[in-house]
Each structure stands twice: as C-alpha cells, then as structure tokens.
C-alpha cells in the first residue's frame, strides 16, 4: 500500500495548518540575501584616459590601469586607452610633452579629473 500526501490540515506547532514553519523564514532569508546583494553590487565603472596636446608626440607617459603600472615613449597624440575598473583603487595619468600637454580621467563617461601643463617640456598629472 503507497501513501498519498493528504491535503487534510494538520496540528503545526499548536495551530491547525499546513507546515509551514521551516518555509517562511527560509524563504524571508532568501528574500533578504538577495536584495542585499543586488543592492551591494555595483558594476565596477569603465575608466577611460586621454591626453591631447600642441605636438604630435607626447615624449614619456606613465598611467596606472586594473593589471599594474604602464609606461610608454614616443606616444602619438591624441591618445586614448580604456579598462574596466576592479573596485576602489586610485587612478592616475601624468604625461610629458613638449608645448601644452591635458591629461583626462573619465569614469562611465564622465570627467572626473583634467589638467593641462604648459611648458618646455610640459609635465600634468591627473589623479582620482
């Protein structure tokens, strides 16, 4: 003889109703670890640096990107490179070039630092 599940209510903890004792806090937990985590998830933001300036070359530039420090010589100008961010870390761009030399930092598009030199050589930094 197989048992079938009964639809019938029974005594729970004192009350008549169906178990449901062990369901609702689980499912409230859930509830909770899943909006806490959607709202403590913030996609790391697309920084992007740039430099521009009054000669075609920029003579040394340094920057700071998500796998280390680069570094590079004889840099054609205007230059422009992206990475994706891996969470709180400092950013930072400095160029030397002869004439005027900006260097620009932007996070998702927006400019968050800028800053031009001019000089023999110029020498800017850019930091956020």
């Known amino acids: 003889m197989t048992s079938k599940p009964s639809s019938i209510p029974r005594r729970v903890g004192g009350h008549l109703g169906r178990p449901t004792l062990f369901a609702v806090p689980a499912a409230v937990a859930t509830a ?10 913030n996609p790391p933001p697309q920084v992007t640096y740039q430099l521009s300036g009054s000669a075609p070359v920029a003579d040394y530039i340094s920057y700071q990107t998500n796998t ?44 968050v630092s800028q800053a031009t030199a001019n ?10």
Do not use: N
């Not at 909770?32 to 998830?41: E, H, L, Q, R």
């Not at 400092?90 to 927006?110: H, M, N, R």
């Not at 000089?119 to 956020?128: L, S, Y």
């Open 32 to 41: 909770i670890g899943m909006c806490g985590v959607a709202a403590a998830v």
């Open 68 to 111: 280390g420090q680069a570094m590079q010589a004889h840099v054609p100008l205007p230059w422009k490179t992206q990475f994706t961010s891996f969470g709180p870390e400092v950013f930072v761009l400095s160029a030397q070039s002869p004439g005027s030399v900006t260097c620009t930092i932007l996070l998702d598009g927006k400019v």
């Open 119 to 128: 000089g023999a050589p110029a020498r800017t930094v850019c930091t956020h």
